[in-house]
């Protein structure tokens, strides 16, 4: 980019929020508009998914072509130098980012996620996807997403809260409660929200609001740590109903057994008694015909650190696993594992999208051409959003709900947002995908114009 081109950041804020000059030579505003990488292996970048499913519901409701620029483009990309002293003494530096896409609807609002493959159009990818999840739930948040290009696992704790400490430092000046809230993602967790929140109150006084997802003794919300999961089982119940799928007869096979994978096959297990027949993490997967019990897989993922190795079960790999004869597929891990090149094999009769971003336009031609309907992210998944919602709420009023509030109004709000998808998708006849975005696009628009932008 020209230099002409950046700008820095801190002509966006206030006088008072100025940076200091040793601060100021990380942040860089990205101009709009900047065009996607090129595609990668799987043909086809994150962004560039999001943005062929965005043209596509713009294009099919005519949307005013001004508003459709406006809300396509992120409104401000921060990459910021993370140098981190390891437990050898040595200096590490690290790239960390934080996309805010979107917040006519209210304030910017997504994940932060821990990954070696983290890029800039992978969170520019997954701020877009924030925006669409936050207005179809109609929750009054807009869309945001960051990240730190890093393999958690190769450091200590000291070393992760020491990154942790200085990313939440570098983009001290653009959240707050009233105007970004990180939550957890891919390798973040309560824990890592708790160091952003009392790095964040050091400079600004106690804020349990600038964060969500954090631990209860800390203003967390009962009913957030499940609340994904619990969100995607009640996507898949509904859609079954839709799709005249019997649970009580159905194989589920889910990819990812972290936050939401677990939670997922933990209801389903335990709550619902839907049969998990398959579970998948990044060592592998395992199988077994007869049903998974959830509390024997999470045993040996504590045990051993996998859920691959649990007796009684098949080992199989993590491509076999999308590909297997299942009743539903729930990929709850990483975006782009449903692309051209696997599409074809997969023989679900019904998938829901717990991962963000997990299956490529390519994939979606195919499972469309054979009648295999996908239940997509920015529905399935926005559970989690939903409950950080609640969460701020109670932080924002002092105040703490009890947790059968929580399942309720989460409960009440996934149904009616399923109702709205499913509405759309008919009147526009398009898949429950473009359906969600034309919804959420809808929305947005509204918002925008009402706000005169
Ligand atoms: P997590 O870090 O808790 O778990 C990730 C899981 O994926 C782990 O089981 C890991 O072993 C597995 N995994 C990683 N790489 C893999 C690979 N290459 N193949 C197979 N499995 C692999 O993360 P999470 O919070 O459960 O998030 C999972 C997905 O759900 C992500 O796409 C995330 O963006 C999305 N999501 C999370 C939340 C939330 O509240 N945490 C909300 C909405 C969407």
Redo the contacts with the bound molecule.
Sequence with gaps: MGSKAKKKISEKRKPSQQLPKKVKKNIVLQQKNTPPPAADKKNVSPYQVVLHNYETAVKKIQLDEEIALLIKTPDRELRVELPVKMDDGKLNIFIGYRVQHNNARGPYKG?I?YHQDVDLDEVRA?ASLMTLKTAVADIPFGGAKGGITVNPSQLSKNELERLTREFTSKIDLVIGPSEDIP???????AGVMSWMMDEYSSRHGYSPGVVT?KPIELGGSLGREE??GRGVCLALREAAKTYKLDLKKAGVAI????????NTARILDEEMGVKVIAI????G?IYNQRGIRYRDALHQLKTTG?VVGLKGCVKLS?EELLEMKCDVLIP????G?LHAGNAANVKAKLIVE?????TTFEADEIFASKNIPVVP?IFA?????TV?YFEWAQNMQRFRWEYSTVVRELEKIMMNSYAAVQKSSEKYKVTLRIGAFILAVERVAKATMLRGK
Aim: hydrophobic content about 30%.
């Design positions: 994940g996620r997954l939550a957890p993602d891919v390798n973040t967790n997802g609340a994904t990819q990812g057994f972290g936050n939401v994978g677990s998948g993490d990044v060592q997967a996998s993590n709850a891990a990483l975006d594992q717990a991962a963000n971003n997990p992210d998944n926005s559970g989690g959003v950080s």
